[in-house]
């Protein structure tokens, strides 16, 4: 019994001691793809996100800022399938 308790004991303190936060990176650090789509032309590919900044967001609601909230990035490139 006591053994049973003791295994407990160090496995309830190793998953305390082990579940943490240290690299955690904030909402407003992030840039969260919204959406992507894959247009096919030929022999062609273009790949577009839209990647919002939650960061300009939140600026966006209190005002002053002028940039937009969110981006829309394209690359071009060959077919290779």
């Known amino acids: ?3 049973k ?3 407990l004991f160090l496995l309830t303190t190793m998953v305390l001691l082990s579940a943490g ?3 955690r990176r904030e909402l407003n650090e992030l ?3 919204g959406a992507i789509g894959i247009d096919k ?3 062609q590919i273009r790949l577009s996100v839209q990647v919002m900044n939650p960061g300009e967001i939140a600026v ?3 005002g002053g800022g002028n940039r937009s909230p969110c981006r ?3 690359r071009d490139g060959r077919h290779r399938f």
């Open 72 to 74: 829309l990035i394209s």
């Open 21 to 23: 936060c240290w690299n």
């Open 5 to 7: 308790s003791m295994i």
């Open 41 to 43: 032309a030929g022999n």
């Open 60 to 62: 966006k609601k209190g």
């Open 31 to 33: 840039a969260i793809a």
């Open 1 to 3: 019994m006591i053994r």
